[in-house]
């Protein structure tokens, strides 16, 4: 719920910044970023790392590597580090009250990145569904 939010309030605060032509980005470009997310999440879940120091800075510079090269903005910097902390805490905080746990003790170093990564995407897509010429596709389809 948090991130749909997320998505429809990102172009809202773009255009009042005035940063939203800066980092107008193409479907294919949110494309590669989406078939980027998924390899990032499943190359920490399958690598096999030596220690929790290893696999947490190899996260945070893949998940870092991914805002640079799709977004770069503040706003998605911003709300990706959000929805890394809101997740993360109601994530672990379903674990203290015992209604998950962990299948891999790892797993809690990568999640945080992989939230982030999530919420940069999300921006991503919430940017380009809030383009003029999808609006107008949208409000023909209506009709």
Sequence with gaps: MFLATVGFLSPC?????????????????VLRC????F???HATARIDFATYSQLSLTAIGLSIALWWVFDRSL???????????????????CVWKQL??????????WLPCLFFSGGVLIV??????????VMALMQRKVK
């Design 75 to 93: 706003v998605g910097f911003v709300f990706g580090t959000a929805a890394a902390l809101l997740a993360t805490f109601i994530f672990q905080s």
């Design 34 to 37: 989406t078939a980027l997310f």
């Design 39 to 41: 390899g990032f999440s």
């Design 124 to 133: 991503l897509v919430g940017r380009q569904l809030a383009k003029p010429d």
């Design 13 to 29: 605060i773009d255009s009042k910044i005035g940063a939203f032509h800066v980092y107008n980005k193409e479907w294919p470009s």
């Design 100 to 109: 998950y746990r962990f299948s891999h003790p790892m797993m809690a170093a």
